[in-house]
T-cell receptor
Framework: DQQVKQNSPSLSVQEGRISILNCDYT??????FLWYKKYPAEGPTFLIS?????DKNEDGRFTVFLNKSAKHLSLHIVPSQPGDSAVYFC???????????FGAGTILRVKS | EAGVAQSPRYKIIEKRQSVAFWCNPI?????LYWYQQILGQGPKLLIQ????????DSQLPKDRFSAERLKGVDSTLKIQPAKLEDSAVYLC???????????FGPGTRLTVL
């Protein structure tokens, strides 16, 4: 039972353009959402989060959008840089501070 | 501040052998998690500690996996005996108090032959 789904296994984007990574969830109890970035041989690194009371959160080049009615969130990276090439995981929890449920990840490749 | 430390980074064992992983959390982080990440999948929670007490171990295969967090700081995860399907990266994550993002260690890559 996949409660958090990242339907695109990979995405390739040209340097300087926008990268959009998508995530869908099925559990309506989820109210806190996070994005993590993972490089090979390293643990996931926290990128940005959003609570269900918001529909947008921005941090520098990274913006997360939440559409609760559609149970969908997305991560926008503008402009994309080669160093952004990594695996991006979407995660959700049913209560702030509760366990995280992760998606399978999307491999982002930013071409220079 | 120093990050989450894990050791060993890599381990190769034969099936039916035992193995143990160690995690040292970020100082002051009361909550500690162990995750299993199988290739091509996202991390899956095995166990959650709050200080030295277990909060959630519902997804821990207790017939072969065990974990402890003595004195509410370091934690160890043990597998005994290992199976082929236990091949994965084992990630430790910690959180300051209840809430906020989790911070992950580099993981231990286990290969069971």
């Amino acid at each position: 039972d996949q409660q958090v789904k990242q339907n695109s296994p990979s995405l390739s984007v040209q340097e300087g353009r926008i990268s959009i990574l998508n995530c869908d969830y099925t559990n309506s109890m989820f109210d806190y959402f996070l994005w993590y970035k993972k490089y090979p041989a390293e643990g996931p690194t926290f990128l940005i989060s959003i609570s269900s009371i918001k529909d947008k959160n921005e941090d520098g080049r990274f913006t997360v959008f939440l559409n609760k009615s559609a149970k969908h969130l997305s991560l926008h990276i503008v402009p994309s840089q080669p160093g952004d090439s990594a695996v991006y995981f979407c995660a959700a929890s049913a209560e702030y501070g509760n366990k995280l449920v992760f998606g399978a990840g999307t491999i982002l490749r930013v071409k220079s | 501040e120093a990050g989450v430390a894990q050791s060993p980074r890599y381990k190769i064992i034969e099936k039916r052998q035992s193995v143990a992983f160690w995690c040292n959390p970020i100082s002051g982080h009361a909550t500690l998690y162990w995750y299993q990440q199988i290739l091509g999948q996202g991390p899956k929670l095995l166990i959650q500690f709050q200080n030295n007490g277990v909060v959630d171990d519902s997804q821990l295969p207790k017939d072969r996996f065990s974990a402890e967090r003595l004195k509410g700081v370091d934690s160890t995860l043990k597998i005994q005996p290992a199976k082929l399907e236990d091949s994965a990266v084992y990630l430790c994550a910690t959180e300051r108090n209840s809430g906020g993002p989790q911070f992950f260690g580099p993981g231990t890559r286990l290969t069971v032959l």
